[in-house]
């Protein structure tokens, strides 16, 4: 199944008429003695809506029936402006560290000395919170920040670039140093070219380009810094029994002191959920009025990984 970025569901359709349900996924049983047994099955919640309830000029419906053809149905994605929810407004929006699997890494709204933060919205009730990752951003409508100062978009060092079709916001490195050494144990010392500027012990530092057996274990991660001699760093990660050869480097991003916000508009993946759609048409003056019938759509889960 393909997604297409460039396709959005038409607004004037979503905003004048779309109803919609937020459904998760738990397990119940009962024990024998009648207390519940939860279980979590989606950790997510899936968004479900029927859009085009109302009369509309069939000019305007047209636009859903071109779509549902380009789509192929329910083949392929699309964006969607749910009405109800579109705005990360000031406070909700933070920016959250992401691994290689996707996966949501450290505090959300604070570093983890790696360059990827995915775009999160905190939806809160009283003391507590719930992260929903935005995959789907609206372009020209993100504005970041960093420790309150607004991100700007660029190839210097702490500048970033932003993907609105993943979410991801990228930093570039504030300083960047070639690795010379590496010895391998429980901990492991990386001895760089120059000192990082500005790096003390609990930072993490970003290692990329080592060589040899062990470097799966050090490539595209941050390690937590545990002692500082001069440019070289003890690192809080076991390599003992492996072969690691010095190249590469090794880089200093947002770290967990940092405070990275956003706002934005955002769009979310949906496909039909049918593979026919019906409707009736009458005269209305110079206009053919259209009458459809349900429109079902269904958010899409996406993958996440770098």
Known sequence: MA?????VFPESISVARLGGSLRRLTELGVTQAGFEQRAIVWEDTLRQWEAGLVPRLASEWEQVCGLFEVVDARAH????LDPSDYRVLAGQG????????????????????????????????GARSYYRRLPKLVSGTVVGT???????????????????????????????RAVVAVTVGATTQVQ???????????????????????????????????????PTYTLDVDTAGTTITPSGTGALYPQADDVLAFTAHFHVAVRFDTDELSWSSAAGGD????????????????????
């Open 192 to 230: 760089l070219a120059v000192a990082l500027v500005g790096a003390v012990i609990g930072d993490r530092v970003y290692l990329a380009g080592l060589g040899g057996a062990g470097a799966l274990l050090v490539n595209g991660l941050s390690h937590e810094i545990t002692n500082i001699v001069g």
């Open 77 to 80: 994605g699309f964006r969607l």
């Open 94 to 125: 933070v920016l959250s560290a992401v691994n290689a699997e996707g996966e949501l890494v450290g505090v959300p709204g604070g570093g983890y000395g790696m360059p990827a933060l995915q775009a999160v919205k905190r939806y809160s009730y």
């Open 146 to 176: 960093r420790n309150g100062v607004p991100l700007v978009v660029g190839a210097s060092p702490g500048q970033v670039a932003v993907d609105v079709n993943t979410g991801r916001i990228t930093f570039v490195a504030d300083d960047t």
């Open 287 to 306: 206009e053919i009025i259209v009458e459809p019938g349900s429109t079902p759509l269904r958010e899409l889960r996406l993958e996440l990984a770098a």
């Open 3 to 7: 997604f297409y970025d460039d396709l």
